[in-house]
């Protein structure tokens, strides 16, 4: 089973910067996207940023593409987040998310999940 972990979360003032990390180990090489989403209370979780695992492409929400940094290590095993300009409707428990297919959907059909990070912005 694929494992995947999650770090880097935290309390931030608008403004400010986090990046996010995840790990993704056993069975890696069956992924063929991992990403980025984020959930609120009340909300369904939402896709933000996601990557090819092959080819490197990338795919930002508008909501993020102007600020936010997807990118993968050369192992293409930890996947990174680089927030900058947190606002507070930034706040949200992100979730590292992959899938070992290809899909006509950036954000659809994730089987594997991590535990989630905790982020906070204040103003």
């Known amino acids: 089973q694929v494992k995947l972990v999650e770090s880097g979360g935290g309390s931030v003032q608008v403004g400010g910067s986090l990046t996010l990390s995840c790990v993704a180990s056993?069975?890696?090489?069956?992924?063929?996207?991992m990403a980025w989403f984020r959930q609120v209370v009340g909300k369904a979780r939402e896709g933000i940023a996601g990557?090819?695992?092959?080819?490197?492409?990338?795919k930002l929400d508008d909501s993020v593409k102007d600020r936010f940094t997807i990118s993968l290590d050369k192992s293409k095993t930890t996947m990174s987040l680089q927030m900058n300009n947190l606002q507070p409707e930034d706040s949200a428990m992100y979730y590292c998310?992959?899938?070992?297919?290809?899909?006509?959907?950036?954000?659809?059909?994730?089987?594997?999940w991590g535990q989630g990070t905790q982020v906070t912005v204040s103003s």
């Open positions: 990557i090819s695992r092959f080819n490197g492409r990338a």
């Open positions: 056993g069975g890696t090489d069956s992924l063929v996207y």
């Open positions: 998310g992959a899938r070992p297919r290809q899909g006509p959907r950036w954000f659809d059909d994730y089987d594997y």
